[in-house]
């Protein structure tokens, strides 16, 4: 079983900056094509930003050009960079683990956007 860690999250005020980190147990990592969710009350979960073993990237709209998602795959490690953050990007923030038919995910991180 591969376990998924989240760290970073926390409270911001608009327009600031936070940075989210997500490290995977075992020796696969660079396979993983990684992505981090988000969701917010009430609605569902959905797709952030990705990154392929080979570090393609993918943006979901409403990120695109405030976020940046970036792997490490000597340290395990994907990181997501949110700047210029807004109170609509207030989620519990997951960390994913894909690779054929495994799929693993982290506990979720706490991003508060607010005055």
């Known amino acids: 079983q591969v376990q998924v860690v989240e760290s970073g999250g926390g409270l911001v005020q608009p327009g600031g900056s936070l940075r989210l980190s997500c490290t995977t147990s075992?020796?696969?990592?660079?396979?993983?094509?990684m992505g981090w969710y988000r969701q917010a009350p009430g609605k569902q979960r959905e797709l952030v930003a990705a990154i392929t073993s080979a570090g393609g990237t993918n943006y979901a709209d409403a990120v695109e050009g405030r976020f940046t998602i970036s792997r490490d795959n000597a340290k395990n490690t994907v990181t997501l960079q949110m700047n210029s953050l807004k109170p609509d990007d207030t989620a519990v923030y997951y960390c994913?683990?894909?690779?054929?038919?495994?799929?693993?995910w982290g506990q979720g991180t706490q991003v508060t956007v607010s005055s």
């Open positions: 994913n683990a894909r690779w054929l038919t495994q799929n693993y």
């Open positions: 075992g020796s696969v990592f660079s396979i993983y094509l």
